[in-house]
DNA sequence: ATGAAAGCGCTAACAC
DNA sequence: GTGTTAGCGCTTTCAT
């Protein structure tokens, strides 16, 4: 009942009040908190009795003035609430907490203003480094900005040569999927979600790919084959899909640029009356929740997001450490999660 | 060239260095850049320059020491990648950034231990708020701790005295989910995740709504319709019905617990050549991604969480602002959002 | 093994 | 309108 001064700050216990109830310096306390060896016991279990006593907590941005670290990283993505970014926090963040640091998480809603906050606010010393996939924003844009605090980029946007870069080879992944489905016999291969100005180069890659695999196997290669949306996102992808059909365009397998235009194929097809995979192969991209749990279950293209995050931490905890080589790029492995709709019938 | 030191700290830009730049104290620099109005044009000019001239950004952290306001919340739930709190987190990460906070998502992993953590670095003065969704922690621990940083639950956990807490009125939404099966003319509907040992409340709220919908409108009340789980998720929820259909129960409607559940019910009834809806409706809850891009496409009860959102940071800014009366419960509206697991066939 | 004191970079009270 | 200065709470040489 003493000090419930509605707990604002101000009466909070300091390093001070501990040194002066244990007869000790402040040197001596802070010591015992940074589990400094060369303390003699009795004067461990006198400051330590103390800090109990008083429920003492390190002012951690105290420290972080007196340290210049904060032990903080951003993660700056588009949104948060898209399954393959939701699945990337998840890994980092746990990554992330098995090293010690904590995450701010940053959208940037694919709004090139806050694309370029990011880069900003990595000068205002509040993490210790960021981690970043742009959408928007220019590659020499970002090489412009003084290198201030270490970076990770992430995905196929922009790759300045000052910063390091962690991706998947998305044209070999979009092969391995594309052979998998030309094994199957499969030979009008759709691609779906050639997405109309796109501003990263992920979709491009994976239509290279696309063609690279139709190509070497001889296969179908027709314009009619590849449909085109407007933006991301399963509404896009549902409306252009059915005006593909509507327009007389026939597939047996459709190659989808993610999840999200996969799942666009499973609703049209359905609504078309074809089966998947009998008539109709799936194959999305990214392996998220959507591509585990919908039925038919979802096969897709399966970025190891657990290395993707091993990998970034790895490079930043490098430049943390005050590497400053010129970027370096990373590629990580993939694999295909084989579900149902890619399943061989019989 | 010049300070290219790998961009370590220490050779930062300081106020100091603009004042001595321009030729004018600190506080004169500090109050161009908190457009402090009393500051003659002239001078605001020449600071300014300098500002940019030396490409100046105040050190945050330096500036939450002397402040005590860090600006900075904490967001602590179970797994970020699920799709009920990935949508939660867009939502209260955006409704934060207008607010002028930034988000530090700590992830529980449904982890008693790092629950407590939670409730411990709270006095750690990080952040000056923490949005928690308990689900192991007990009422009574948080209830203990000194309330040192405004605090608000989510969820229907833990829920002491002396935090705010905001969730929706579980029982109501489970009878208005009931009701519309019920309207609809099914009379067997299931409860599918009647999760054992579920550390919340969640499912105890929800059978309870189920129950008394059931009971108002003189339908089927059979033990035999409530298939329990031994887990959350969609792998225990698709053993769990299996199993309940292999021993016989049949159903013309399933109320799900969440929309896992309801993946998994799709799932199964799919596999069993049920028909949804014309031979079994199905309702989740949360209104995910799954929801609306599963094929059929799912009816969910939706929590508005926008207004979540909303109320979540007028509580936290209220007791942020030094108000510590009791702790508030606020209810939060919610809708059903009818797709096609609940269409009236024909 | 422990203590004293000088910062870390900013804010805000108080002078001028 | 602008300058001085004393903190914010911790770390960290440098003594002892």
Redesign the pocket.
Known sequence: MSDMKSGR??N?V???DV?KLA??????V??V??DYP???A???ERVQAAIDQLG????LT??T????RTGMLALAIPEIDQPYFADLARHIGEEATRRGYRIIVEQTLKDLEAERAVIRDREEGLVDGVIFQPVRIDTMEIARLRPDTPLVLLGEGARPLTADHVMIDNVAAARDGMDLLLRQGRRRIGFLGMVRRDPTQSTHLRLLGYQESLLAADAISDPALVVETDWFGVDDGITALRAALDAGARFDALFCRDDLFAMAALRVLDRAGLRVPDDVAVLGWDDTALARYSTPALSSISPDKAAIARTTLDLLEDRMAGFDGVGRHRTVAHAIAERDTTAVSG
Request: net charge positive; aromatic share 4%.
């Open positions: 700050p101000g909070r300091r390093l001070e040194a007869g000790v310096s402040m040197k001596t802070s010591n908190v940074h060369h303390v003699s009795t004067t461990r003492y907590r390190p002012n105290a420290r003035l007196a340290t210049g």
